[in-house]
């Protein structure tokens, strides 16, 4: 079973500060890491994503930070809104698996 | 823009029923999936399906369960006789590309056995 681990489990921030939530895999198979964000009652939709062949990719406030070596890869939410206020999954895919494995899950609250 | 639909939106059925949930998903995609989400836990993968055939399951995914194409735009997720322990929601996904490897995601099935 190849195991996500996601942290922190909440995050409460400021409206127009940086939101951090950082994701750990085991296996270097992992060809593809996406983010889903998670309105209540709404099923995930994909936000951004990265290939493990760069270190960074950035799309408007979201940037996510890829550490190959580490097996680490985080969501950088910049200048959060109360909007942004949702739960977010990181996951792994491989097309050998040809699934995706979530994460815990990450409760955010931006607060005015 | 194209979406994945799902049908019923919520389903309550007594223990031992059958049930049948419905996707369609977006119509130039090949591959489809199911996942389920226990109450405030994480999405779990259930199922993987590419021409016409399942291509990997998880543990979850017993005998009571099943996957069917029948028209080339449905896409169906049965559950034989349901437990208890099915409750939740169930998201079925496509992608189009496995080269892309986006899934893109209906809103949901509620399940409620009682």
């Known amino acids: 079973q190849q195991q996500v681990k996601q942290s922190p489990q909440s995050l409460i921030v400021q409206k127009g500060g940086i939101s951090i939530i950082n994701c750990a895999y085991e296996n270097t198979a992992f060809d593809y890491f996406p983010w889903y964000q998670q309105f209540p009652g709404k099923g995930p939709a994909l936000l951004i994503a990265?290939?493990?062949?760069?270190s960074e990719k950035k799309e408007g406030r979201f940037t996510i930070s890829f550490n190959k070596s580490a097996k680490q890869f985080s969501l950088h939410i910049m200048d959060s809104q109360p909007g942004d206020s949702a739960t977010y999954f990181c996951?792994?895919?491989?097309?050998?698996?040809?699934?995706?494995?979530f994460g815990t899950g990450t409760q955010l609250k931006v607060e005015l | 823009e194209p979406e994945v639909t799902q049908t019923p939106s919520h389903q309550v059925t007594q223990m031992g029923q059958e049930v049948i949930l419905r996707c369609v998903p977006i119509?130039?995609?090949?591959?489809f999936y199911w996942y389920r989400q226990i109450l405030g836990q994480k999405v779990e993968f259930l199922v993987s399906f590419y021409n016409n055939e399942i291509s990997e399951k998880s543990e979850i995914f017993d005998d009571q369960f099943s996957v069917e194409r029948p028209d080339g735009s449905n896409f169906t997720l049965k559950i034989r006789s349901t437990k208890l322990e099915d409750s939740a929601m169930y998201f079925c996904a496509s992608m189009g590309d496995r080269a892309v490897e986006t899934q893109y995601f209906g809103p949901g099935t509620r399940l409620l056995v009682l």
């Open positions: 990265i290939r493990p062949d760069v």
């Open positions: 119509s130039n995609h090949l591959y």
């Open positions: 996951a792994v895919f491989t097309g050998g698996g040809n699934k995706l494995t």
